[in-house]
């Protein structure tokens, strides 16, 4: 980038795009001037759930959107170093000779033919120069993530997920100085295979889920049982002097590229593995034991993590933590670690994972490569297309459903809380689409959180998922704390619904829908200046019920990801047991023996 | 039963030739569980490709039609979901082999890129994949005498399918009245393009691997013995982490 001129930190307007793809959640993000102008995960584009693919619809959506040329582009920063990686893929098919024969091939494969040529593939896609195409390491891409997107200018940096590079997991600090100069020093790192995530996740596919996905339901199963299997998994995850953990590899596959990620020796700790097709019951003794193995990995992941950033709190001294990287998805981890680490605030990005990282090496890139000075990142999710609801009406009507058109927020909200009182499933679609695996109350599904049948009715008839599972509460911030047992601290971590806290004992009945069955709910604190609309609902529903509390939780079907425009949340409306869907000013209802009718009569 | 009088669902003549070898094939208990709940897999995935067409699609009817076909199919996918778990509570246990080249269930739409097709081209692409798919289940039901609760999910799968052909059919003659059987040859040729762009890619793939595989084990050893000695050499726990380098470096 030698003779070019924003890198001086010259005030012309400097355009960076930023870009994760190719393991999981590719997504691109958009920053013009140090401050990101919108973001949004591939999957919600290409409508399949994960997309890994190489971004293109999500980079030309950002493109559109902010009005911007691919060759007006300053900078392109992909969220890791391809080489690097392909070093540690060489280098453990090297030390896992002869035994990694059978994933060489493919491992060859997937890197050769085409993620390591990155570059290339960005250059021939979007026509930039190469010498504008930069790379950050990937733990460096979440720290900026998870540093420079929070509302903080001095934090200790932790950072972990399964792999990037070779880092697992990263420790250090984040500054920005008076004249805005901003610094990521990150001290020290675990390497591959050495990983938490890759604990976790090893653990997720012996529990039968998918790996990548199934890592929600490992915690909320962890719930049902008592972690009688910790001292095993304590074995296994050996602490070391310097406080951190060496794997004992001799249970674990992954890191040979095995087909399986848990070996015979771990089979023979723990028993048999459950098969991903059998049915899930804690209550029954082969349920208990996997519940109790869930118990046990959790426990020992929130120990480690909580000394991890202890001893990171008294190294630094510093007040806040920024965590970043896949494993900060784990609410429950994360509340421990906000109550026992010392720190008074723990921030957490919407979007901690891979899909964060398009925005943290955009970040990175405009903070640290080109020196540009600090701007504060606005603290909210909603980074994705804007809600268009034109088409709604119109298909609605071909369609013969009951539409509503209420201009005005009041009369708006007035009938969603009239439909949530009766006990109607509403589809909430508003605003700008989240960024991140969480609905934050602009593509929810929302329902009244009093009855535990309720929580019933929406596994079996929308999400399609395991009873186990559990939803989330949004709550205004300022009633958070009536509701539910908020550390110091607690009210923060909730705002992009990052924390599992204990629900109030004399509410728990009354929020039988979102209070897991150990008493506690991943609570989302809505705050009226991050999501008016939304936030405004929640106090008028509290005005009529008297609890201002609502079950969100994501708008999309199993195996789906969540939806983005509002045919998409039609679609999901029409096949699934929702019953009003409201996009916009849009109120749209149901008359299933009408369609029934019509469906019949067309055919 | 098959509800619609428009269209049948037929067993092609291989499949009726291979009679024997899907009777063999479906006889084991949980290897017949094994692949309803691979159906289930599919017919999921063929849903949620339905529904995509019905968000993108202009056409008032067809995207009622594709919600319907969607529902069908999920509801497929539970029932042979259900289906396929109350097998495998069975005592037993089977063999790895599963044939599923043999019986591929509804296979084609798992790797439509419902974007790039235009409703008539949907239409016929739907249109083939509900008969093959229909055809082999008449199949599967055929060889499932021992099994009626098992005859008894194809049964009803069959009854939508025949629902299925009827519609893509009937749409397909109404918005391509002159050219739908064109429309239905060019969908058999890409059908037949895809089937061989499966088998080249598997062909070129065994020989990567092989290619691969010799080179493994051929120019690794020597630096795996580095490699696993450096590997000794380093220290467990915490290490200084990697200093930057320049964002212009892939290393």
């Given amino acids: ?603 | 039963m098959l509800a619609s009088p428009a269209v049948r669902a037929a067993p092609s003549t291989l499949d009726l030739l291979l009679l024997p070898l899907h009777r063999l094939v479906w006889a084991d208990p949980h290897r017949r569980a094994r692949k309803l709940l691979r159906f289930a897999e599919t017919e999921a995935d063929g849903g949620r490709d339905l529904a995509r067409a019905a968000e993108l699609t202009f056409d008032p009817a067809l995207r009622r039609l594709y919600l319907r076909h969607a529902q069908d199919e999920q509801r497929h996918a539970d029932l042979f979901r259900r289906r396929g778990r109350e097998l495998l509570s069975q005592p037993g246990s089977a063999s790895k082999f599963e044939a599923n080249w043999l019986a591929p269930g509804e296979r084609g739409l798992d790797d439509l890129r419902v974007e790039k097709q235009s409703d008539e081209t949907l239409l016929a692409f739907l249109h083939l994949s509900e008969k093959a798919a229909a055809g082999r289940f008449v199949i599967y039901r055929r060889v499932l005498q021992a099994d009626p609760d098992t005859r008894g999910v194809f049964a009803r799968v069959l009854e939508d399918e025949a629902f299925h052909m009827t519609y893509t059919g009937k749409q397909l003659a109404r918005l391509s009245p002159r050219k739908h059987g064109l429309r239905l040859w060019q969908a058999r040729a890409g059908r037949l393009w895809k089937t061989y762009l499966r088998l080249a890619s598997a062909v070129a793939s065994v020989f990567g691997t092989v290619m691969l595989g010799l080179q493994y084990f051929l120019l690794l050893p020597a630096f795996a013995l580095v490699a696993k000695r450096a590997a000794r050499r380093e220290p467990p726990g915490l290490a200084p982490s990697r200093p930057p380098t320049p964002l212009q470096s892939q290393y």
């Fill in chain 1, 1 to 603: 980038m030698g003779g070019h001129a924003s890198q001086t930190g010259s005030v012309g307007r400097l355009r960076i795009l930023g870009i994760s793809a190719h393991y999981h959640d590719s997504a691109a993000a958009l920053l013009i001037d140090g401050v990101p102008v919108c973001a949004v995960q591939e999957e919600r584009l290409s409508r399949r759930k994960n997309d890994a693919a190489f971004p293109l619809a999500a980079i030309e959506w950002c493109l559109d959107f902010a009005g911007v040329q691919p060759e007006q582009l300053d900078a392109v920063v992909f969220y890791e170093k391809p080489m690097l990686k392909f070093e540690r893929i060489l280098t453990l098919a090297l030390r896992g000779f002869p035994r990694s024969w059978p994933a060489f091939p493919q491992a060859m494969k997937n890197a050769l033919g085409g993620k390591l040529w990155v570059k290339g593939i960005i250059a021939s896609e979007l026509g930039v120069r190469g010498d504008r195409i930069l790379f950050a390491e990937h733990h460096r891409s979440h720290a900026a993530a998870a540093f420079l997107g929070a509302p903080s200018r001095n934090a200790a940096i932790l950072t972990a997920d399964g792999v990037g590079e070779w880092a697992t997991l990263s420790m250090g600090r984040g500054s920005i100085a008076a004249d805005g100069t901003a610094s990521i020093e990150l001290f020290r790192e675990l390497r591959f295979p050495h990983s938490l995530g890759m604990l976790y996740s090893t653990f997720t596919a012996y529990l039968g889920f998918p790996v990548n996905e199934g890592e929600y339901k490992v915690m909320g199963l962890a719930s049902y049982g008592q972690p009688s299997f910790a001292e095993q998994v304590r074995r296994i995850v050996r602490r070391t002097a310097d406080g951190g953990f060496a794997l004992d590899l001799d249970y674990f596959e992954f890191h040979e590229g095995a087909r399986r990620s848990f070996s015979k020796k771990f089979v023979e700790v723990f028993g048999a593995p459950r098969e991903p097709w059998d049915p899930l019951d804690p209550q029954s003794a082969e349920g208990a034991r996997f519940a109790d193995v869930a118990a046990s990995v959790q426990l020992v992941l929130e120990e480690v993590l909580v000394d991890l950033a202890r001893s990171l709190q008294r190294e630094t001294g510093l007040d806040d933590l920024c965590f970043g990287g896949g494993v900060a998805l784990n609410g429950c981890a994360n509340a421990r670690i906000l109550r026992e680490s010392g720190f008074r605030n723990l921030y957490v990005p919407s979007a901690p994972g891979d899909a964060g990282c398009a925005l943290g090496a955009a970040l990175y890139a405009d903070r640290l490569h080109f020196r540009r000075p600090h701007r504060p990142v606005p603290d909210h999710p909603y980074w994705g297309p804007a809600l268009e609801a034109t088409d709604l009406a119109r298909i609605a009507l071909e369609d013969g459903l009951e539409l509503e058109q209420i201009p005005r927020e009041p009369d708006l909200i007035a009938c969603a809380v009239d439909h949530l009182c009766a006990g109607r499933i509403v589809g909430w679609m508003q605003g700008r689409t989240e960024m991140g695996p969480r609905a934050l109350g602009n593509r929810s599904i929302l329902a009244a959180p009093h009855e535990a049948a309720m929580r019933d009715a929406l596994n079996r008839s929308i999400k399609y998922r395991e009873e186990f599972r559990p939803f989330a509460p949004a709550v205004p911030i300022e009633q958070a704390d009536r509701f539910f047992q908020l550390p110091s601290g607690g009210a923060r971590l909730g705002r992009f619904m990052s924390g599992v806290f204990p629900v109030h004992r004399e509410w728990r009945s009354r929020l039988a829908a979102v209070t897991h069955v150990d008493g506690t709910a991943r609570v989302q604190t809505v705050e009226a200046s991050m999501a008016p609309r939304f936030h405004a609902l929640l106090e008028a529903y509290g005005a009529r019920t008297g609890i201002p509390v609502l079950l969100n939780t994501s708008f999309n079907l199993a195996g789906e990801p969540i939806v983005n425009r509002a045919v998409e949340g039609y679609s999901t409306f029409r096949r699934s047991g929702i019953d009003v869907l409201i996009a916009g000013e849009t109120v749209v209802r149901k008359r299933r023996h009408d369609l029934a009718r019509l469906e019949e009569a067309i055919a």
